[in-house]
C-alpha cells in the first residue's frame, strides 16, 4: 500500500455536477472575495487533497498553534500556515456562519463557509516561518504586503485557474491509483524547481534502489526572478526520464503550488503534501526550499527530527559531486579523495553558464537537458514579473 493520507483521510472538496450548478448560482448572491493567484492556488490544493487534512483555510487556533508548535491544534505535523487575508472593507457585514465567494480575474471559484474572522501579527508571522524579518526574504516581503485581517473557514471549489500544464497535472487521488496499477508499494519523491543536473540525477537514482518507484514533481507556480521557467523544467525532465531512466519506474506530475522559501519550515510541508499524493519516502535536498543564506545547508534535517510522527521517511543524501579519480558521482560518504579532486556541482554557476548560451560539460548536466535551457528564448524568470 502507499502511504495513508495524512490526517488519515484524503480531502476532496472539490464541487461536481447538480450540486455545483445550484452552489454556482447561489454564489452569485453571495459577498465576493477577490483572491489572488497564491491565495487560488492554495485553494486548489487543499479542494484537491494536496493539503489534506485541510478542508479549507486555518481558522485562528490552528494558525497560532501552527505558528508557534508546528502542529495543528489536533496534535498532527503541519509547519505553514494555509491562510486568507482579506481587507475589513472586503467583507463588511459578513457574519461567521455565512458563506461567501472566492473569485480570481472575474470568475468565481469557491463558496467558503466563514467559520472565523481574526486579526494577526505579520512580524510574528514572519519570524516564526521564515526565522528573519530582512525584506529582502522574498517570503517576508510578500507576508508584509498582506491584508490586515484572516478568514478562517471551509471551502467548496466550483472552478479552477486556467493550467497551462494541465497535461503534466495529476492529483493525490490520481497518482494513488497510477502507483497501485503499477504495483508500486514504496515510492520515493523528490520536489524540484529546478533543471537537474547530475547531482540531483545521482539522488535521484539513489532513492531508487530501494523504492519500487519514483515521483518527480517539479512545482509550478510564483517563483522569484532568477528561477527557470515551469515549461523550461518539465521539458527538461522529460529529456532526462526519456533518456536516462529505465520506463515505468518514474511519474513526473506538475504540481502548482506557491514556493514559499520558508527553509526548514517549507522542507517538512513539502514531505507531507507528497506523503497525500501516495509517497513512503521524500527526498529532502540540500538547503530545501531556502533562498540566499538564510538558513543552513542541512538544517532541514534537523527538523525533520523532530517529527517522528511525520508518516513518511526522509531521505538524507547528501549533496553529490563530480570526484575526477573515482570518474564519476559520489557523495562525501562514498569518495575518500580530497577537495581538489571534487567538482562540487553549483547552481548558480550552471545558470551562468546556460545564459550565455554555454554547454555545461557532461559530468555536470546531460548535453540534452542543456540543449532545451539554451534553446529557450527566455528561460529564467525576469525581474518584475
Partial sequence: MVSRPHGGRLVYRVVEGKRREALAREARELVVVNIRRETA????????????????????????????DMRLVNDLPWTIP??????????????????????????????????????????LHAEKVYKTL????????????????????????L???????????????????????????????????????LGHEFVQKAALTFTDGLLIQPVVGWKKPGDYRDEVILKAYEELVKHYYPRDVVVLSALRMNMRYAGPR?????????????????????DHAGVGSY????????????????????LFIREAFYCRKCGGMATEKTCPHGPGDRVRISGTKL??????????????????????????????????E
Avoid at 487575508?85 to 467558503?112: S, Y
Avoid at 522574498?138 to 484572516?150: D, F, I, Q, S, W
Avoid at 493525490?172 to 502507483?179: A, N, Q, S
Avoid at 545547508?297 to 526522509?314: K, Q, S, V
Fill in 351 to 384: 545558470r551562468e553558464m546556460l545564459r550565455r548560451g554555454e554547454e555545461p560539460p557532461p559530468y555536470m548536466m546531460r548535453p540534452e537537458v542543456a540543449r532545451v535551457v539554451i534553446s529557450h528564448p527566455n528561460p529564467f524568470v525576469e525581474p518584475g
Fill in 295 to 314: 538558513y543552513g545547508p542541512y538544517e532541514a534535517w534537523d527538523l525533520f527530527r523532530e517529527f517522528p510522527d511525520l508518516g513518511i521517511t526522509p
Fill in 159 to 197: 472552478d479552477t485557474l486556467p493550467n497551462p500544464f494541465e497535461r503534466y497535472t495529476l492529483w493525490p487521488r490520481e497518482t494513488r491509483v497510477l502507483f497501485e496499477a503499477r504495483g508500486w508499494r514504496t515510492v520515493a519523491a523528490f520536489q524540484t524547481r529546478n533543471v537537474p543536473h
Fill in 266 to 286: 517549507e522542507a517538512v510541508h513539502h514531505a507531507i503534501v507528497r506523503k497525500n499524493f501516495g509517497a513512503t519516502h521524500f527526498i529532502v535536498g540540500r
Fill in 41 to 68: 492556488i492554495d485553494l486548489e490544493d487543499i479542494a484537491f487533497g494536496a493539503f489534506s487534512p485541510l478542508e479549507g483555510f486555518m481558522v485562528q487556533e490552528d494558525y497560532l498553534s501552527v505558528l508557534e
Fill in 82 to 123: 494555509i491562510v486568507l487575508d482579506v481587507d475589513p472593507g472586503e467583507i463588511a457585514g459578513v457574519k461567521e456562519g455565512d458563506d461567501i465567494a472566492l473569485a480570481h480575474g472575474g470568475r468565481i471559484l469557491a463558496v467558503m463557509r466563514v467559520e472565523e474572522i481574526y486579526g494577526w501579527d505579520k512580524k
Fill in 134 to 157: 530582512d525584506p529582502g526574504h522574498p517570503g517576508v516581503a510578500k507576508t508584509m504586503r498582506m491584508k490586515e485581517l484572516l478568514v478562517g473557514g471551509r471551502v467548496d471549489l
